[in-house]
């Protein structure tokens, strides 16, 4: 059970691993994530399910090796076995026909984006990506994405690829070309999150967003992933991970995100669980 059968590195720290895990494979659907750990003492992790094989019974996911948890999963090997998975958890992203969708992933963001993206797309939408990195070394997924969008942005902080600049520069852009925009769908850091939001509200294009708070348990127990969604009180595990946008406090989601920074640190920099494997 969740044996790793391959592992690739897509960019500097980013990993993409295809596991087996039957059931997982086929009860999920896109905008559905798992929560694992590494080992017995380990905390849990939420991940993406980015995409799944029924047939083969297997899962993918793509993480990037940002803290203790993330780099123990990074030591992993094929042929090694994930210690426990939970999962699909979390709603799966609703999905029609809106008609023409931009469907932006910022960073490691791109790789929640995936599946949504295809999911738009089977819809019958004609899907416009936008998909930015720091630098051309660091974008995931290009020709997986070019393959099933109609249109593809490419943008990269320091222009090494694509366009020079931020991922909602270019939805400015797009928005500026006074083109129908029906719906949008932005992932990434909470801060791009926001500013492509803030844009479409002013437009009022209907955006939705994947919130990322810190998560425990994953059923809406722990309270860890509360956020504030139009002035009320919702768990992202239970009630998202997808809201509408223009409702996010974004502002309480990046408090909450820093609130463990010094114990995240100091756990990095222990160490001790990867002596004991
Ligand atoms: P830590 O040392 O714990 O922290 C490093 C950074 O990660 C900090 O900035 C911290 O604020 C953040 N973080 C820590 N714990 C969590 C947590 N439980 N949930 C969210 N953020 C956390 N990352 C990916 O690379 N790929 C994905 O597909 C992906 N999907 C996600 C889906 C959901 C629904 C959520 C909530 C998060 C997702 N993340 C994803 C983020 C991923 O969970 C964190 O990067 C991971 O938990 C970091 O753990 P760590 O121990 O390695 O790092
Ligand atoms: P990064 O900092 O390299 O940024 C990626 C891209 O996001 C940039 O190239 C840019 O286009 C855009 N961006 C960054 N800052 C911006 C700003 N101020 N305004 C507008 N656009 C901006 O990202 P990374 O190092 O790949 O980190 C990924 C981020 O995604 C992390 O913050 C992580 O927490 C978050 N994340 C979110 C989810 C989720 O479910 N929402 C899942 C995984 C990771
Ligand atoms: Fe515990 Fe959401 S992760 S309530």
């Given at each position: ?50 995409d799944?094989?029924k ?13 203790k ?11 090694d ?19 023409r969708?931009?469907?932006?992933g ?10 949504i993206?295809?999911a ?12 930015g990195?720091?630098n ?36 400015n ?8 925009i029906d ?20 437009h ?11 998560m ?14 139009d002035g ?5 595990c239970i ?5 509408n946008?223009?409702?996010?406090d ?14 995240e ?7 001790c ?5």
């Amino acid at each position: 059970m969740n044996k790793i059968i391959s592992k690739r590195k897509l960019s500097e720290g980013i990993y993409r691993y295809t596991f087996e895990n039957k059931e997982l494979a086929s009860a999920r659907k896109p905008g559905q994530f798992l929560i694992l750990r590494v080992h017995d003492k380990g905390e849990r992790i939420p991940l993406t399910i980015v995409d799944s094989n029924k047939k083969l019974g297997t899962v993918d996911i793509i993480f990037q090796a940002v803290g203790k948890t993330t780099n123990l999963l990074s030591d992993l090997n094929e042929g090694d076995c994930i210690l426990d998975v939970a999962g699909p958890l979390g709603n799966p992203t609703p999905i029609e026909n809106f008609g023409r969708c931009v469907a932006i992933g910022g960073g490691v963001g791109t790789a929640v984006l995936f599946p949504i993206l295809k999911a738009l797309k089977d819809a019958g939408n004609y899907v416009i990506a936008i998909i930015g990195a720091r630098n051309k070394d660091a974008l995931i997924l290009v020709d997986e994405i070019r393959a099933i969008s109609d249109e593809l942005i490419i943008t990269t902080d320091d222009g090494s690829a694509g366009t020079k600049g931020f991922v909602t520069d270019a939805l400015n852009q797009l928005i500026g070309r006074n083109d129908k925009i029906d719906y949008v769908y932005a992932v990434g850091p909470v801060i791009m999150m926001k500013s492509a939001a803030d844009l479409t509200e002013k437009h009022n294009i209907k955006t939705e967003v994947s919130l990322n708070p810190i998560m425990v348990d994953g059923t809406g127990m722990c309270g860890s992933c509360r956020c504030i969604i139009d002035g009320k009180e919702r768990f992202a595990c239970i009630h998202g991970p997808d809201f509408n946008g223009h409702k996010v406090d974004f502002n309480l989601l990046i408090q909450r995100l820093k609130m463990f920074e010094g114990r995240e640190q100091e756990s990095m920099n222990c160490g001790c669980e990867k002596k004991e494997k």
